[in-house]
């Protein structure tokens, strides 16, 4: 069964960084696509960034050079640098697996940024 867990969300200061983690389950996780998408309170979940197994990745336009998605497929681990945080990027953010016609998620992580 897979699973995916993020860590790394918090409080932080406008203009400040985070980096989200993820961990996830499968030793079919190199070659897989992984993603980061975010929900904020009575919004629908959006889309924030995607890798491929071989690292070609692709950002959401409100997030384009402030944040950088990466993988460590050593350590089933992928990343979300943020930087440049604002106070609209407050959201629950969740890591995402695409493997075939599922999509595997994670719980959550709760990031916060106040003015």
């Known amino acids: 069964q897979v699973q995916v867990v993020e860590s790394g969300g918090g409080l932080v200061q406008a203009g400040g960084s985070l980096r989200l983690s993820c961990v996830a389950s499968?030793?079919?996780?190199?070659?897989?696509?992984m993603g980061w998408h975010r929900q904020s309170p009575g919004e629908q979940r959006e889309l924030v960034a995607t890798?491929?197994?071989?690292?070609?990745?692709n950002y959401a336009e409100s997030v384009k050079g402030r944040f950088t998605i990466s993988r460590d497929n050593a350590k089933n681990t992928v990343y979300l640098q943020m930087n440049s945080l604002k106070p609209e990027d407050t959201a629950v953010y969740y890591c995402?697996?695409?493997?075939?016609?599922?999509?595997?998620w994670g719980r959550g992580t709760q990031v916060t940024v106040s003015s």
């Open positions: 995402a697996m695409y493997r075939g016609d599922a999509t595997y």
């Open positions: 890798i491929t197994g071989i690292g070609n990745t």
């Open positions: 499968g030793s079919f996780f190199s070659i897989v696509p």
